[in-house]
Every structure is written in structure tokens, then in C-alpha cells.
């Protein structure tokens, strides 16, 4: 899933800039899928395979959650907690998947109500996950400390995109508001901390799958 969602934007990127439809430094994400082809059918397609094999993989770790809350004797409220984050992670995932098949120069507005939920969900989940992971027994104390850093650096790169945006421009919009035309360079900032928040949260993705999904069968 992770390897998938991380080869569909960097090939995209490289094939975009390669072929002179993007500048090196920096297009935004969503800008990837403004020349349909090849990069724009790569990403779209990629993106959205990413986001439906999420969908059990969410499952899987809710319910393993579940039972290692139970085994704690966690309190209620963590149980609750847990269910809490699965919601939020298949609502962040429908979000995604409309998300990469608006394209962003076609349906300015719908991408960009669902990028912005996509992220606030990812980022909001992140830190309730990691509430409740601290009430499991023997959950790896390095691991948390790297999640809440990776967290922190998540809210961080999505302030700092908000506060690069062009004078004038609606951070959601961005492309309706520039034009079409407009000169990747403008928003450079922007993008790059776009980028940052996309790759912090793979990263912390990834670690807390390596470690919670190990011995784990999608498939029984």
C-alpha cells in the first residue's frame, strides 16, 4: 500500500518534469494530474489502488487495537478511542480516492474540499492513535516518542504551507485562483511543505505498520 502510494508520486514527478509539464522545484501534488497522460493516469490510477487497499488494512488494525486495549484492561473510553480512529481512517480514505479522481484543474473546488479533509483527518487520527496506543502494555516507548515527533512535524508543515500561499490566493483553490498558466515558482514553499506532510505521514505510517501489522493476515 505504502510502497504503491510512494512510487505513483515520485514516478509521476519524475515523468512530469522529465517531459517539461512541471517544474523541478516545486509542483504541488495534486498538479501531477494536470497533463492526463502518462503521469496524470499513473497518479490517478495509482492513488486510487493505494487508497482501497488501505481499506482492510485499517480494519486489520482496529481490531487488533481492540484486543490488545482488552488484554491492557484499558479504560472504556480507549476502546472507544480505537473505534474512533478506524472512522476517521475510512473516511479519510473516501476522501483520498475522490480526492486523486477530481483533477485538481478540472474540479478546483471538490479537490480541494477533499484534500483538505483528507489531511485534517490524517492529522487529527494521528494523535488520537497515538493517545490510544499509550494504553497498551509493553507498546514500544520509542516508537510513540517517534510518532508524536512525526505528528508534530505533520501539523507543522501544514501551518507553514498555509502560511506560504500567495498574497491573495485560497489555499484550497490554489489553482483556480492562480490560473492555469500560472508559474510552479510562486508557490514553491507551498508545495515543498506539501510535500513534507505527505512524506511525514508515510513515514509514520509506515513504521507503525512494521511493527503493529507483523504476523498480521490481511486475509485469513
Not at 24 to 31: D, G
Not at 122 to 139: C, E, F, K, Q, S
Amino acid at each position: 500500500m505504502l510502497l504503491i502510494a510512494f512510487l505513483t508520486l515520485v514516478i509521476s514527478y519524475i515523468i512530469g518534469v522529465m517531459n517539461g509539464h512541471h517544474e523541478a522545484w516545486l509542483p504541488t501534488i495534486s498538479e501531477l494530474d494536470e497533463y492526463a497522460n502518462p503521469e496524470g493516469m499513473i497518479w490517478t490510477l495509482g492513488l486510487t489502488f493505494a487508497g482501497i487497499l488501505s481499506i482492510p488494512v485499517w480494519l486489520k488494525l482496529y481490531q487488533k487495537w481492540d484486543r490488545e486495549l482488552r488484554a491492557s484492561n484499558a479504560d472504556r473510553k480507549w476502546f472507544r478511542a480505537n473505534l474512533m480512529v478506524f472512522v476517521m481512517t475510512q473516511l479519510a480514505t473516501v476522501s483520498f480516492i475522490w480526492c486523486v479522481n477530481f483533477p485538481l484543474n478540472k474540479y478546483a473546488v471538490p479537490h480541494g474540499l477533499t484534500a483538505g479533509i483528507y489531511f485534517f483527518l490524517v492529522l487529527t487520527l494521528g494523535t488520537i492513535a497515538i493517545l490510544v496506543v499509550r494504553n497498551i502494555d509493553n507498546y514500544p516507548k520509542e516508537l510513540i516518542r517517534l510518532r508524536i515527533v512525526l505528528n508534530l512535524a505533520g501539523y507543522a508543515s501544514f501551518l507553514l504551507l498555509g502560511y506560504f500561499v500567495p498574497e491573495g490566493i485560497e489555499p484550497l483553490f490554489m489553482y483556480e485562483s492562480l490560473g492555469p498558466d500560472h508559474l510552479h515558482g510562486v508557490h514553491a514553499w507551498t508545495a515543498f511543505f506539501e510535500w513534507t506532510m505527505v512524506f511525514t505521514a508515510q513515514i509514520g505510517y509506515f513504521y507503525t505498520l512494521n511493527h503493529d501489522m507483523k504476523g498480521e493476515s490481511i486475509i485469513e
